[in-house]
């Protein structure tokens, strides 16, 4: 059974992961949009979704490019805990682990890391 909460509690979630990152980090981030969407259409058991340039792929015709975006996707999220504590560990989890394809890091090594 989904976890109730309010799309203000969630979204006030998702800000308190963004504000986990270390500041030298989010200095770093640019040019980035974080969205929430009730889950994706297409792929509906994903938690959250990186679609942009990776920093680390960026050069000089990067310029003028339309914001990449970090999509969580709240009812997704909402569907797999199983209580609100659950949910503010899955949000931070997720949303760090979007921000890292942001800085390059790729899917094989965030698990390695153990943020997979």
Known sequence: MP????????EE?????????PPELTRAIDNVVILIEPRHLDEPHLLGLYHGIALTERDSHYGGSLPDTITIYRDTLLE????????????RITVIHEIA???????????QLGWG
Do not use: K, N
């Not at 976890?3 to 969630?10: G, P």
């Not at 979630?13 to 990152?21: E, F, K, N, R, S």
């Open 101 to 111: 394809h942001y800085f390059g890091i790729d899917e094989e090594r965030l698990h």
């Open 3 to 10: 976890v109730h909460m309010s799309e203000a509690r969630f």
């Open 13 to 21: 979630l998702v800000g308190d992961a963004l504000d986990q990152i």
């Open 80 to 91: 797999v805990c199983a209580d609100e504590t659950e949910v503010v560990e899955e949000v």
